[in-house]
DNA sequence: GTGAAAGCGCTAACAT
DNA sequence: ATGTTAGCGCTTTCAC
């Protein structure tokens, strides 16, 4: 079966492949009854303009690029879905590429972007550097950044800035008087460790006093698990902070264990909220982060960069969050 | 900044433009001095071949396109990464599409995959049928649909057979002359639903029981969770299957409210086991369903029908899956 | 072993 | 308002 071509519906409606290339692309100068003609004979033969040759001709191929560091749909997923959604919107496609640590694959995967000539590419990875950026900033893609703030000629971000989350919720516990606070992580998410100690850290220092309750756990679960069993028959805290539901199940679990009762002898909220957190008993407190809009308005930036390119445009876009208080916190 | 072609190559190396793509495509035809010559000259320019042009000329642009479920994020992960990573290895590129419900958004997926001429399409898709895929098989576009035993000339699948697995673990049940047993599931997925129904009812005809404890629930959590509630006040079973980690939560949620004790009273096991199953109190026994390879397999299979087209491939591969008995079940 | 040229399917001046 | 034609960047016969 041969794929047909303008051509082929040029010969069926009698005109010259101009003609139908302006009839597909809505041009306005077309006659009524020959854009008729035309698309009967579209209609008729079942044409579908090929994406790959108007690519070549018009140097742009209407997709975009997503990287997303591997295995991390759990909270990518909305993520995803928002970008895709405002994507459908624009007609943009979508490329997706999954990143795991290192630096050569990261090269790989900025290579096959280059060679497909995609139209921008949006990043999700809360631990890249702008500097880390300039292997493809050479190529002149614009770029959209999601969870880091940063922003240049070619270069727009959106995201969450939880330094001033945790900052302002250590703020309101310190001026209780509770000041036996405890962050626990693992070392995952370097970046965002950061961004979390800092806002703690800051929000210590600002009463006068110094954060030292950093608590490194290991990075799976299970291990995590029976760190923290060990950790608490002799440790305690006011406030125990966790940027992972698992995390915080793990600090649940563990206190169980060891008889400390929640919410009062201990409280623990989780910065990243999941529907698992309520689920669990007693329900987790969490900041509802905005993942869908953080997609949602990442992809709509790019569509900006790409399509208003006088426009001044706002390219370092801040999203809020949402405290939900539950049972895990007084 | 002007895009760098093969014919800059081609005058920098002052060869032309064929022996540089011969360079390119690796051509054994190519004398070793020229080849670095060349070689050098890609170098020096940074030049990286067009996708799209190549895609153009091959009549083929080595990108599969791969549609999942929208907002199904939490069990399609797996099969996502699965798949980019076999993909990866052959050099192919994934365009994301995510699905809802309702037909004519379907038709339109159709339409721009057809359009971007895809060398294939991976379907996700537990509740599609073969006759949907007609849109698509007119075009002659090889599919590989996971979830969903069907086969073709150019269609395969991969899949788990849930509804022998519920089958065999209901019969270990009967066996065991425990015959109150109960499906609870919401109407979020019909196909689904009739497998675990057909299992479940096949092993009770079987053993020469009819099997009637069917309990619909809501779709969402909260719903479903007062729900059970008020159902848990009036019954009790000895065993409950259900379906995702969520809904197994809210069993044991509303069955502890209850004063139902689990295993004891009453046992509950998740088809779809997830790391939240082993992070609840008590911990839920499930399936461990092997999503990555699903995704993988998929990804192979369609390699398989690209390129070896002569050689007979098996276009219809089940894959198994593993039960973790956990403190849910005695 | 290498080059010349046609063609992949489409868009966008430029003509008419 | 419509047709002609020159690319877009690459692959691949067919000559040499």
């Given at each position: 079966?041969k ?13 010259s492949?101009?003609?139908v ?10 006659r ?20 790959i ?8 191929t209407?997709?975009?690029a ?5 295995a991390?749909f ?5 993520i995803?879905n ?5 994507a ?12 795991t640590e ?15 000539r ?8 809360d ?7 300039n292997?493809?900033?050479?190529y002149q893609?614009p ?5 880091n703030?940063m922003?240049?000629?070619t270069?727009?971000?959106?995201y ?6 945790v900052?302002?919720f ?10 036996d ?7 995952k998410n ?9 806002g ?5 220092a600002?009463?006068?006093k110094?954060?030292?309750n950093?608590?490194?756990i ?19 805290h006011e ?10 199940m793990?600090?649940?679990n ?10 009062e002898d201990?409280e ?15 329900q ?13 308005v990442?992809m709509?930036?790019?569509?900006k ?9 706002d390219?370092?876009?801040?999203l ?10 007084k």
């Amino acid at each position: 079966m041969k794929r047909i071509t303008i051509y082929d519906v040029a010969k069926e409606a009698d005109v010259s492949l101009a003609t139908v290339s302006r009839v597909i692309n809505g041009s306005e100068v077309v006659r009524e009854d020959t854009r008729v003609k035309v698309q009967e004979a579209i209609e008729k033969l079942g044409y579908k303009p090929n994406a790959i040759a108007q690519g070549l001709a018009l140097q742009k191929t209407t997709t975009i690029a997503l990287i997303v560091p591997e295995a991390s749909f759990f909270y990518t997923g909305q993520i995803i879905n928002g970008l895709i959604d405002v994507a459908k919107i624009y007609k943009y496609n979508i490329v997706l590429h999954t990143a795991t640590e290192g630096i050569i694959e990261m090269n790989d995967i900025i290579e096959t972007i280059i060679k497909s000539r995609v139209d921008g590419v949006v990043i999700f990875n809360d631990k890249l550097s702008k500097n880390e950026l300039n292997t493809l900033t050479r190529y002149q893609v614009p770029i959209v950044v999601i969870g880091n703030k940063m922003s240049d000629d070619t270069i727009g971000s959106v995201y969450v800035d939880y330094s001033k989350l945790v900052y302002d919720f250590t703020t309101k516990y310190l001026n209780k008087g509770i000041t036996d606070i405890a962050l626990v992580e693992d070392r995952k998410n370097p970046a965002m460790i950061k961004q979390l100690f800092d806002g703690i850290s800051r929000a210590f220092a600002d009463a006068g006093k110094s954060f030292d309750n950093y608590i490194e756990i290991p990075k799976d679960y299970r291990s995590s698990y029976l760190f923290l069993q060990e950790y608490f028959k002799s440790h305690k805290h006011e406030l125990v902070i966790t940027y992972r539901d698992s995390q915080a199940m793990a600090v649940l679990n563990t206190a169980a264990e060891n008889n400390i009762r929640i919410p009062e002898d201990m409280e623990v909220v989780c910065i990243l909220d999941s529907k698992y957190n309520a689920m669990a008993r007693p329900q987790i407190s969490g900041f509802k982060i905005p993942d869908y809009d953080l997609g949602a308005v990442a992809m709509r930036v790019m569509t900006k960069m790409l399509h208003d390119e006088d426009e001044v445009i706002d390219k370092e876009i801040e999203l809020s969050y949402i405290y939900s208080p539950r049972k895990s916190t007084k």
